[in-house]
C-alpha cells in the first residue's frame, strides 16, 4: 500500500464534498498546466489530431488539443464525486436522455443488451448513472492499475450502484458471454489499440488501426443488441446519451461489423472532439511494414 495512493485516494474523497465548479476550475488549471508539461502526452494527441483531422487548421487542432487535457484534468477530478458523494448529488448531476425505449429497457428489459461505450471521458459519469437506475446484473470489463489500492479503489468505485460485476482482461470471454445470456448488460469499451494479437486492422479516420472485434463477437455470441452510449461533460454534471439499438448488427463479418462501429464512432467524435481520449496511442500498432507515427 503505497503513501502516494493513500493520499491520493484521501484527496479524491475530500474532493467529493467540494462544489462542483471549484472542482471543475480546479480541474481548467491542472489540465492547462498538464498541457504545458507533459509533452510526451501532448506529443500522442497532436498526432491523434493531425491524422484524423488534417482538414483542421493548426490552431484549431492546438484548441481541441488544449480543451482535452482540462477534459482530463476533469473527469479524473469528477470521480471524487462520483464514487463518493451522496447518492442524490450523483443523481442530479449525472442527466440520462435519449432514446425512450432503449432507456426503458436498460433499466426493467430481461434481453441482452451490450452498451458500446467509446472512450469520451465521461464514460465513467455514464457506468454510475446507468447502473443507479437499474437492478440488471451488468458487466463491466477493466484493465488492472499497477499499484493495489488505486486498482481496489477503481473497482469499488465502478460498482458502487447496481449489480455490478468486474472482470479482468484475462478473465476470458466465458463469463462475459455467461452473464449476456442470463439477460444482463455488458458495458463494453472496445475502441482502443490492445495489440496486434486478436485485432483487425480497419479505417478509423481513413487510417488502418488494430482495433478488436468484441462488439461483434459478444453480440453474436450474447445474441445482444447493441446500445451505444455516449457521456458529454457539461457544467452541471454529465448528459448521458442513449441512442438508439443499432439494427442489422452483427452480421456474419466481424471485420465489417468492426469497420462499422469505427465508423460510427467517427460521427460521434465530430459532434465532440475534444472530449474524445486522444491521449491514447490509438495508431501504436501498424500494420505489417508500415512506419511506427509515434
Request: aromatic share 10%.
Amino acid at each position: 500500500m503505497s503513501m502516494s495512493a493513500q493520499l491520493g485516494i484521501g484527496f479524491m474523497r475530500a474532493l467529493s464534498h467540494v462544489p462542483l465548479p471549484l472542482v471543475r476550475g480546479f480541474g481548467a488549471i491542472l489540465g492547462r498546466l498538464l498541457h504545458t508539461v507533459a509533452l510526451p502526452r501532448r506529443r500522442v494527441v497532436d498526432t491523434n489530431l493531425a491524422l484524423c483531422f488534417p482538414d483542421k487548421s493548426p490552431a484549431e487542432r492546438r484548441r481541441i488539443a488544449r480543451e482535452t487535457f482540462v477534459f482530463v484534468a476533469q473527469s479524473w477530478l469528477d470521480r471524487g464525486w462520483l464514487w463518493h458523494a451522496p447518492p442524490e448529488v450523483v443523481a442530479r448531476r449525472i442527466k440520462v436522455m435519449g432514446a425512450a425505449a432503449e432507456i426503458e429497457e436498460i433499466a426493467h428489459g430481461e434481453a441482452p443488451m451490450i452498451l458500446f461505450a467509446p472512450h469520451f471521458y465521461g464514460l465513467d459519469a455514464a457506468a454510475t448513472g446507468l447502473t443507479m437506475h437499474t437492478s440488471r446484473p451488468s458487466t463491466t470489463i477493466y484493465t488492472t492499475q499497477r499499484d493495489p489500492m488505486v486498482d481496489e479503489w477503481i473497482r469499488v468505485g465502478r460498482a458502487r450502484f447496481g449489480n455490478v460485476i468486474t472482470l479482468n482482461r484475462v478473465d476470458g470471454i466465458k463469463p462475459i458471454v455467461a452473464g449476456l445470456r442470463k439477460g444482463g448488460l455488458l458495458y463494453l469499451l472496445p475502441d482502443m489499440d490492445f495489440g496486434r494479437d486478436q485485432s483487425v486492422f480497419v479505417p478509423f479516420f481513413g487510417v488502418p488501426v488494430a482495433t478488436v472485434p468484441s462488439l461483434s463477437r459478444f453480440s453474436r455470441l450474447g445474441r445482444a443488441k447493441v446500445v451505444p452510449i455516449l457521456s458529454r461533460v457539461v457544467k452541471s454534471g454529465y448528459e448521458i446519451e442513449v441512442l438508439p439499438a443499432w439494427q442489422g448488427f452483427p452480421t456474419d463479418d466481424a471485420a465489417a461489423d468492426t469497420a462499422h462501429m469505427n465508423q460510427q464512432l467517427e460521427g460521434y467524435i465530430r459532434t465532440m472532439p475534444s472530449q474524445y481520449y486522444w491521449v491514447h496511442r490509438r495508431f501504436k500498432t501498424r500494420p505489417e511494414g508500415a512506419p511506427p507515427l509515434y
